[in-house]
């Protein structure tokens, strides 16, 4: 039981490029969530899928796209790169309101 | 709209002695969830404690207690026994029972343990 996966674990981009940041869980759950934590900043919501085929807005959406490609599968995308992007990423997931989110290890991104 | 706020950004206890870390919410709902989280220098977000806002008993989870206090909108942390392993960032959140998924974290308070 890996509980929540996420890859890479770190990259660095170049202003411009696109990248696909992969999160996955093992756990049945229906929630999925992205987040991206900056110093002083906290977690904000980038985007959040409440079940399978369903995705919604968060805090700071502007700049990413998502996919729920199954239920256990939850990719965040950045279309074209910018340097305010610079971020470490989270991935986690929650079974129903009352559940508590487990979190992936993060991503560590980096862009020039 | 739900509001999170964790007032000291940074504080320090000595090992072995009491700390208790603050955090204050806005809403208008009745019903909700709130939650301290724990990220370590390995940048795992772990759970430390979650209360349901309808119990009016303070959740304990050895030596993590909370004094939620509804009408003041106040949810604080003690750390009992402080170890060198507590050292870390802690989150508060907030989730509400009805409408849409979200968690909405405060920005952190950075808990340093002296030995």
């Known amino acids: 039981n890996a509980g929540v996966t996420q890859t890479p674990k770190f990259q660095v981009l170049k202003t411009g490029q696109s990248m696909t940041l992969q999160c996955a869980q093992d756990?049945?759950?229906?929630?999925m969530y992205w987040y991206r934590q900056d110093p002083g900043m906290g977690l904000r919501l980038i985007y959040y899928s409440a079940s399978e085929g369903t995705t919604d807005k968060g805090e700071v959406p502007n700049g990413y796209n998502v996919s729920r490609l199954n239920k256990r599968e939850f990719s965040l995308r950045l279309e074209s790169a910018a340097p305010s992007q610079t971020s470490v990423y989270f991935c986690a997931s929650s079974q129903g309101l009352a559940a508590s989110q487990y979190f992936g290890p993060g991503t560590r991104l980096l862009v020039l | 709209a739900q509001t999170v706020t964790q007032s000291q950004p940074e504080m320090s206890v000595q090992e072995a002695e009491t700390v208790t870390l603050s955090c204050t919410y806005d809403t208008s709902e009745s019903d909700y969830y709130l939650f301290w989280y724990k990220q370590p220098p390995s940048r795992q977000m772990i759970l430390v404690i979650r209360q349901e806002a309808y119990k009016q008993q303070n959740a304990t989870e050895n030596r993590f207690s909370v004094n939620f206090q509804k009408a003041a909108k106040s949810f604080s942390l003690k750390i009992s026994d402080s170890q060198l392993g507590d050292a870390a960032m802690y989150f508060c959140a907030y989730r509400r029972t009805n409408g849409d998924d979200k968690i909405i974290f405060g920005k952190g308070t950075r808990l340093h343990i002296l030995p």
């Open positions: 756990m049945n759950h229906n929630s």
